[in-house]
Structure formats: structure tokens, C-alpha cells
């Protein structure tokens, strides 16, 4: 017996997760200089952060040697006037993923269950079997989520049901009317975990405000990021707006001091700079029409994408994804997700899009 083998089986058989390749990896193996390859493998912000949030990042660090305040007093103010909520119902979580383990920790036990969709993100089914509860996966409908379906899933022993809207890694999108009625008709005791990390890349026409809703449907939990559209992916910053009783039992699981003063800092300042957001989601309008149009040029089907990032099927995804490395163009396979035919490439600045298109068709 090895301290190993105690370790419960549901911990075993866990999977790790599969993060895009770093820049420095690539460059070890491949020798090409690390200013030569382009990364659009992580959905992260080509336009860097604001700012004004890299400078309250930059003073923050003066203040490296104290503990951040725990209960997020300035970042908490400040998004509570911007979503309309008591600060009552917020939980600050280190990257939207600390709220997604928060949240299983909080409501799913070894004999529950957490329903989800195929194809949709990949912490869902981990921080369900790290708590040693049970994944219902629902197959998916046009790459994306089938409410219906995902509604008549839940068992008994159901606690969670996550929503991605946009889905990441297909991109795909539920209108807002669409999941309101769904909200309607699931069981109050079952927390509704809808995912809104690309919200901020929504064309104004789609736009929905989920948290108005957690009045009527207090089971409805919204998790939200500024990893994506503000930039801060590297610093860690997501938040929860929930009912005040289920953000309360959430902040209590969650580690005392789980964001940085850094990140706290540059939430507040990276939240006051629309200006920049707005940026952010033009040039991500600008690259999913570039990149969309070469896929139809070239004939390669490709999912309509309303997040950062576009999902093509180019056929034998690992043998293009090597001939893309080999030239120093680093995106995302899919075969995890059961999509070993696509790739789902992240949306850079136009250049990097090129360099991303060239390479492809040389791999093609
Ligand atoms: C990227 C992503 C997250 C988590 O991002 P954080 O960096 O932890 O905020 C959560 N949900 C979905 C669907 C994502 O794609």
C-alpha cells in the first residue's frame, strides 16, 4: 500500500486537464525563437490588458507583503453597481474556474450528480469527479447545448446543471429568451450554473441580462471573467452573482485569501476602462470574419462562433495540428472533446490571424 493508492478512486481516475502550449514549450522543442511563434491556442486577449489595469497591477505589488483583503471590498463595490446587485451576492473567485470548484465543492457529494453538454467545457466533468459526484453528459444538438434534453437529464440526485454561453469550444449560442423559459422549468433545488466567460464578445443584438433573472430563479448562479475580454487571464480574476444565500455558503468553501491584492487591483481598473472592451470585441468581430472567410475559401466547415476563438474541422486535426507547430503556430486540438476532426483556433490580432492562415495552408 503507497500513501497513492489511498487516495480515493474518483481522485485516480481523474484526467488531467489539457491547457494550450506554452510559448516557452514550443520554443525548447522546437528551437523557434519565442517572439516568432504565435499562440491562439487559450482564448486569450490579443490586445493584452488595459492600461490602466496594468498600472493599479503595477502599484498594487507595493503592497505584495500584506494579505489581500479577503472579502474583496473595492472589486465587489465596484461590480455590484456595475451588474446591480447587493455585494451580498457576489463571490470573487481566482479565475471564473475557482468559482466552477467552488461551487461543486459547495453543492456536490460522492451520490450526486452535475448535468452538462457534450462538447462543452472540460472543468465541468473535472470538478464534478474531483468531488467524487456523478457526470450526466447530454449529447449535444448542432455542437451546441439541447436544453430539452438537459432538462429531462436531471435525476433526483442532481445539485448542478451547467450552462457555457456562449460554449466553449464550439462556440455556439443560446438566445437569452431561450434559457429564461428553460430556468422556468427546472427544479428550484438545482443550481444553474450559466457560464458567461465570452458575454462581453456578444454582438449588442444578442445581448441578455441573466442576472436580472436570479430575482425570479434564486437557483441561478452567473459566472463571469475577466480573464477574456478584459485580459486577465494571467492574473486569475472570475465572480459569481448568485442568490445572497448561495453566494454565503460559497464564500465560506472558498479559501480565505483566493485572489491576489494584483488581481483585486487591476479588477477595479480594468473594470472602469470600457473604452478597452470595446476594443477587445472589434477586433475580435474583425478576425472571426477574416478567418471565416479564408475556412469557406478553402472549403473547411467551421461552428458560427460568438466567443474569441472559431472552431474548424480540417480533417486529421493532430497531423495539421503538427504541421501548424513545426511552423510555430500554436492552436488548440480538440480531440479531448471527442473532436479529433477539429481545431479550435483563438481569435489574435489580424497579423497573427495571417500567420495562423498561411501555415494552415501549408498544412493543408
Ligand atoms: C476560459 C473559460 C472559463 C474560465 O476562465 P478563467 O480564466 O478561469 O476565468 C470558464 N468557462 C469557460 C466556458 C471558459 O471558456
Same mark, same amino acid.
Not at 491556442?41 to 488595459?50: F, Q, R, T, V, Y
Not at 450554473?193 to 454582438?203: G, I, K, M, N, S
Not at 479559501?255 to 485572489?259: A, G, R
Given at each position: 500500500m503507497t500513501v497513492a493508492t489511498r487516495a480515493p478512486a474518483h481522485i485516480r481516475s481523474l484526467s488531467p486537464y489539457q491547457p494550450g502550449k506554452p510559448i516557452s514549450e514550443l520554443a525548447r522543442e522546437t528551437g523557434i525563437p519565442e517572439k516568432d511563434i504565435v499562440k491562439l %491556442?487559450? /482564448? +486569450? /486577449? !490579443?490586445?493584452?490588458?488595459?492600461q490602466k489595469a496594468k498600472a493599479a497591477a503595477a502599484a498594487a505589488l507595493e503592497e505584495g507583503n500584506r494579505y489581500p483583503d479577503g472579502n474583496a471590498f473595492a472589486l465587489k463595490a465596484a461590480l455590484a453597481k456595475k451588474v446591480g446587485v447587493?455585494? %451580498?451576492?457576489l463571490v470573487i473567485g481566482n479565475g471564473s474556474n475557482d468559482i466552477l470548484e467552488i461551487a461543486t465543492q459547495t453543492f456536490l457529494t460522492p451520490g450526486t450528480s452535475a448535468v452538462f453538454a457534450q462538447?462543452? =467545457?472540460?472543468v465541468y466533468p473535472l470538478a464534478t469527479l474531483a468531488r467524487g459526484a456523478t457526470c450526466i453528459q447530454v449529447p449535444a444538438q448542432n455542437y451546441g447545448h439541447d436544453l430539452d434534453a438537459m432538462r429531462a437529464a436531471i #435525476?433526483? $440526485?442532481?445539485?448542478i446543471l451547467f450552462i457555457a454561453n456562449p460554449n466553449n469550444p464550439t462556440g455556439t449560442f443560446l438566445p437569452g429568451n431561450k434559457i429564461e423559459a428553460f430556468l422556468a422549468q427546472i427544479p428550484q433545488d438545482v443550481l444553474v *450554473?450559466? $457560464? +458567461?466567460?465570452? #458575454? +462581453? =464578445?456578444?454582438?449588442p443584438e444578442s445581448r441578455y441580462d441573466a442576472i436580472a433573472w436570479i430575482k425570479k430563479f434564486p437557483n441561478l448562479l452567473v459566472s463571469r471573467t475577466l480573464c477574456k475580454a478584459y485580459g486577465l487571464a494571467g492574473l486569475r480574476l472570475g465572480y459569481a452573482v448568485a442568490h445572497p444565500e448561495v453566494a454565503d455558503l460559497m464564500n465560506r468553501v472558498r479559501? !480565505? =485569501? /483566493? *485572489?491576489s491584492v494584483v488581481a483585486q487591483a487591476a479588477a477595479v481598473a480594468a473594470l472602469k476602462d470600457q473604452d478597452f472592451v470595446e476594443k477587445v470585441a472589434e477586433n475580435n468581430r474583425r478576425g472571426i470574419a477574416q478567418l471565416s472567410a479564408v475556412f469557406d475559401e478553402l472549403g473547411l466547415e467551421w461552428i458560427p462562433s460568438f466567443g474569441n476563438f472559431i472552431t474548424v474541422r480540417v480533417g486529421d486535426g493532430a497531423k495539421v495540428n503538427q504541421s501548424l507547430l513545426a511552423q510555430g503556430v500554436i492552436v488548440r486540438p480538440i480531440a479531448g472533446y471527442g473532436l479529433p476532426e477539429w481545431l479550435r483556433v483563438s481569435v489574435g490580432l489580424p497579423e497573427e490571424n495571417a500567420r495562423f492562415i498561411e501555415a494552415l495552408r501549408r498544412a493543408l
Open positions: %491556442a487559450s /482564448n +486569450e /486577449n !490579443p490586445l493584452g490588458m488595459s447587493d455585494m %451580498a451576492q462538447y462543452s =467545457f472540460a #435525476t433526483p $440526485d442532481t445539485r *450554473v450559466l $457560464d +458567461e466567460a465570452y #458575454t +462581453e =464578445f456578444l454582438p479559501q !480565505p =485569501f /483566493n *485572489v
